[in-house]
């Protein structure tokens, strides 16, 4: 284990959920990607630094919500390009990040969950998904 501190002081779904925007903006902002690589390999420090100190042991469905939130995280990406892109389609692109963010949140709740992090204050509260069509995982 490093013997360097936590640098991120967040819950450990958070650190996953950053990790995954990271990872996004190091591809989609090339001119940026030296910053994001650096943010990665911090966040990717302090995950290492709460898995080793609790002993977490990753699942197949522990990495399938890793996925998911990754996949969410870059659909919203798409979503936030065409609000800006296309004006027209403000409102529908609104509505849909939004409804994405509540499912985003219930993964990132489930993450807690499985890895042992049961704290109520940790989780997110904002789940709702406003009848989301099209978007439901077998999890």
Same mark, same amino acid.
């Given at each position: 284990m490093s013997?360097?501190?936590?640098?991120c002081h967040?819950s450990?779904?958070?650190?996953?959920?950053? *990790?995954? %925007?990271?990872? /996004? =903006? #190091?591809v +989609?902002?090339?001119?940026?990607?030296?910053?994001?690589?650096?943010?990665?390999?911090r966040?990717m420090?302090?995950?290492?630094?709460?898995?080793?100190e609790?002993?977490?042991?990753?699942?197949?469905?522990?990495?399938?919500?890793?996925?998911?939130?990754a996949?969410?995280n *870059?659909? %919203?990406?798409? /979503? =936030? #390009?065409? +609000?800006?892109k296309?004006?027209?389609?403000f409102?529908?692109c609104?509505?849909?990040?939004?409804?994405?963010?509540?499912?985003r949140?219930?993964?990132?709740n489930?993450?807690?969950?499985?890895?042992?992090?049961?704290?109520?204050?940790?989780?997110?509260?904002?789940v709702?998904?406003?009848n989301?069509?099209?978007?439901?995982?077998?999890?």
């Amino acid at each position: 284990m490093s013997d360097a501190p936590r640098r991120c002081h967040v819950s450990f779904s958070e650190l996953l959920d950053r *990790l995954s %925007i990271a990872q /996004i =903006k #190091e591809v +989609m902002l090339s001119e940026e990607r030296s910053s994001y690589s650096e943010e990665i390999r911090r966040i990717m420090h302090d995950i290492t630094l709460i898995i080793e100190e609790n002993n977490i042991k990753p699942t197949a469905h522990f990495l399938r919500l890793v996925i998911v939130l990754a996949q969410i995280n *870059l659909h %919203i990406w798409h /979503i =936030k #390009e065409t +609000m800006m892109k296309n004006k027209s389609r403000f409102d529908e692109c609104m509505k849909l990040a939004h409804q994405l963010n509540g499912i985003r949140n219930q993964v990132k709740n489930m993450l807690l969950e499985e890895s042992g992090f049961i704290d109520a204050t940790k989780k997110r509260t904002n789940v709702n998904t406003d009848n989301i069509q099209g978007w439901h995982f077998s999890l």
